[in-house]
């Protein structure tokens, strides 16, 4: 694989959409309406699938063109419409109270996260032949960044928000490390991803019809 | 051969077929318990074949078998046999007694035959990106398991399984992304490089940095299905609230699903590496699994959550062999997966049986089974003393072996820090189960509906006590040559 320079326009592409996709993951992390996070969440995959395009675009991969196509109609729109329907107008689920630090504190603490991801993937520090090595410490951020809302937000919702974040992140590298899987996997985990967002919104359905609100600040049945 | 795979993963799917052709808990466990022992007799051919043919590949690197997955193969289909059979009584007697739908039923058949069949697929496959998508699948279906009662608990139990379970193998792809990326420099097709196989053909060509994170990725995210501390926390919710039989399957091979995971990433890091990396990670993470696992032993409480600490403790274990090392360490590790598997299927099927009849799963509630219930009681008493380390059962001798690998390396600590710990859960696990088994109670009564069921959910204790006797006297040498030739694999 070629390796993509910063300055050629399709490198610039990647490292503005990596940018954007951080800037999401801050937004959602920074939020306290369900349907916000649901929102920015959907528009970071759009963003994510943008950035699939530009590097199929680059290498004239069909298979990552395909994979463009499949992140902006499952992560895009189908997971956003079907959480939405079922789970936010179903259950009417509107604002996140249960958050375990201040707003202001979980956002400074993303902001230290990007910090170090950027000191632990500097440029210097990575092997040489990255496709886009700009964009390495952005995925790390954006990883640790849903990570980081996974453990501070309290609800249900919230939590799978933040793991479908840090599936984003590892995407972004997927693209950038190696720009494709073989295609069985990459389609396989696309299965997992949508198979993995209906069952746990079964389960939140579930939580919540029996414990009024299914914060996990509730969920302490189960101890020791 | 590639027809005997396929036949091995297909097999678990006969009760997920029944259970769609709406038959009752009775019929469908039995269906799985047919499919299952289809499946462990073709695991076993195919096992006996790759000693002459050392391997089986096909589908591009998608399907590869070789001594070490038919080993675990048979591990898996072994405790999917015995967890069937359990499946028969325990569901039926649910259904009998009103605490689970008839479509609930359906639904733990078709899950429980899912997750077999995924486990079992993972373990078939040699396309490293394909195992993650697998294993990630087998974890979805088996926490529809954990979920199936749709009580607050079970439901809070199946949340935390799934999302840390989740998010843990999430972590692990990432892990695989940088062996990926580590691999970028070989002649290979972007298949190929995911393909273990030619992956360890070509280990020493690897780029180092990429690979020592990649491992260290794996082991955290693998290691998070394993039940390595301190990534465990989803294991005891889960297998305290799952019904019994699906938590004989988590523990006995759900765990060493992940376990085999972790070695096939241990054996190309170790490949280029060298021992010492890989080996300091094995032995912090399995020490400090031990640790936890025996600490959290020590409460009297729930006994399905002493079994599953207990899990943690052993699946810490294997880990220290495998960082042990050395023949008597890897060795050890493949003996002690099989031995521990059989040990807690045996105590899980028999937690179940005293979790119907009692209605209970606090221990303290618990007394006098020995009396009440002979065969369960004697179940619990032995394979307690089994799972403890105690001879003459296998885990005796895997214990032994591991042991004496901490001895032959260089400082005699860790061994004896192992042992001090096995003594320590030795006295915390015994001091539930004796009070348990032991003293004078009234006979409960007897919830299956019908002698055929009440065979069912007794077979399976007998038979896995048994293997774990016979194991722990004498190693079958069709075992010794498979053990031997999988050490050869890695």
Known sequence: ?224 | MTALAVLIVAGPLAGPAAAALRARARAAGIASAAGGLVSLAAAITLLAMLAHHTRLSGWAGFLYVDTLSGFFLITVTGVTVLAAFGSVAYLSAEQDAGTLSAFQVRLYFIFFGLFASLMLASLETGNLGLLFVLVEASTLASAALVGLEGKARSLEAAWKYVIISSLGVTIALAGTLFLFYAGSALHLTSNERLTWPYLLAHAAALAPQPLRLAFLLAVVGYGTKVGLAPMHTWLPDAHAEAPSPASAMLSAALLNTGMYAIIRFLAITQARLGAAFPRAVLLTFGFASIVIGVLFMIRRGNFKRLFAYSSVEHMGIIAVALGFGGVLGLYGALLHTLNHAIAKAVLFLGSGDVALRYRTREAAEVRGLLTAIPVTGGALLLGSLAVLGSPPFGLFLSELTIVRAGFARSSPVLPLLLLVLLAVAFIAFARTTAGMVTGQAPKPPDPYPGRGTRWAGAAPLVAGLVMLLVLGLWIPAGLNTAILHSMAVI
């Open chain 1, 1 to 224: 694989m070629e390796k993509l320079a910063a300055t050629s326009a399709a490198g610039v592409l990647l490292d503005l959409s990596g940018v954007v996709i951080l800037l999401l993951a801050f937004a959602c992390l920074g939020s306290k309406l369900f349907n916000r996070y649901v929102a920015y969440y959907g528009a970071q995959s759009v963003v994510l699938s943008f950035a699939a395009g530009v590097a199929a675009w680059t290498f004239h991969s069909v298979e990552l063109w395909i994979l463009a196509g499949l992140t902006l109609a499952i992560k895009g729109i189908g997971i956003p419409v079907a959480t939405r329907r079922l789970l936010l107008r179903r259950l009417a689920l509107a604002r996140d109270s249960a958050i375990s630090t201040g707003l202001s504190t979980s956002l400074i603490i993303g902001g230290a996260l990007t910090a170090f991801a950027y000191l632990v993937t500097r440029p210097q520090l990575l092997p040489h032949g990255l496709v886009a090595a700009a964009v390495v410490p952005l995925s790390t951020a954006v990883i640790l960044l849903g990570a980081l809302a996974m453990v501070v937000r309290r609800h249900t919702v919230a939590q799978l928000i933040g793991w479908l974040i840090v599936e984003n992140g590892v995407f972004l590298g997927a693209i950038t490390l190696v720009a494709t899987f073989p295609f069985i996997v990459e389609a396989g985990i696309f299965l997992d991803i949508a198979a993995g967002v209906l069952i746990m919104l079964v389960f939140v359905s579930g939580l919540t019809r029996q414990l009024a609100e299914a914060s996990a600040a509730e969920l302490r049945g189960l101890r020791g």
